[in-house]
T-cell receptor
Framework: DAGITQSPRHKVTETGTPVTLRCHQT?????MYWYRQDPGHGLRLIHY???????DKGEVSDGYSVSRSKTEDFLLTLESATSSQTSVYFC???????????FGNGTRLTVT | RKEVEQDPGPFNVPEGATVAFNCTYS??????FFWYRQDCRKEPKLLMS???SGNEDGRFTAQLNRASQYISLLIRDSKLTDSATYLC???????????FGTGTSLTVIP
């Protein structure tokens, strides 16, 4: 299995608080992604990174920001959490642009 | 229109049965195709890539039909351990976006 670690695994937070999720990889892959998974929607891309300090928005980026200061770490921040951001968040990595994705084991976030 | 569409099922099949899933995609410029398996409350895991010529991995066969813009997954001799949700994934030839179907649920019954 690809070396991808997400933290925390579970988090409950209140509306309006900031939250940061961390993705750490040991594969030295260039590409990293943040997805959210909700019933009826499948996995939707929030943000992705194609290198250190190089990031771009996905289809559901509103309310989220990301940072990648090192190859191995990709952080997802909810500046002010809302109940609509209650979801399961998956980090993924890929070696090349056309390579398949490999996922971390997910973070379950509940915003009350 | 969704980029990728799958029949959500559920498919309930007896052990030993053959089952097939289809997935349609809307972008004719799509380049890469994959099937993933996702167990309940777990992360998706790559099952197989789908190549133009079709490919097989043990009991699993994947096919791509570019003319009709669909990919398929055939599972032969179903096992109880095949019970999961199967996601099809499509990647266009531009951009870094992977598009996921919502998944097809399979339960293999003893």
């Amino acid at each position: 299995d690809a070396g991808i670690t997400q933290s925390p695994r579970h988090k409950v937070t209140e509306t309006g608080t900031p939250v940061t999720l961390r993705c750490h990889q040991t594969e030295n892959h260039r590409y990293m992604y943040w997805y959210r998974q909700d019933p009826g929607h499948g996995l939707r891309l929030i943000h992705y990174s194609y290198g250190v300090k190089d990031t771009d928005k996905g289809e559901v980026s509103d309310g989220y920001s990301v940072s990648r200061s090192k190859t191995e770490d990709f952080l997802l921040t909810l500046e002010s959490a809302t109940s609509s951001q209650t979801s399961v968040y998956f980090c993924a990595i890929s070696e090349l642009e056309v390579s398949p994705l490999h996922f971390g084991n997910g973070t379950r976030l509940t915003v009350t | 229109r969704k980029e990728v569409e799958q029949d959500p099922g559920p498919f309930n099949v007896p052990e030993g049965a053959t089952v097939a899933f289809n997935c349609t995609y809307s972008n004719s410029a799509s380049q890469s195709f994959f099937w993933y398996r996702q167990d309940c409350r777990k992360e998706p895991k790559l099952l197989m890539s789908v190549y133009s010529s079709g490919n097989e991995d043990g009991r699993f066969t994947a096919q791509l039909n570019r003319a009709s813009q669909y990919i398929s997954l055939l599972i032969r001799d179903s096992k109880l351990t095949d019970s999961a949700t199967y996601l099809c994934v499509v990647r266009p030839n531009t951009g870094n976006q992977f598009y996921f179907g919502t998944g097809t649920s399979l339960t293999v019954i003893p």
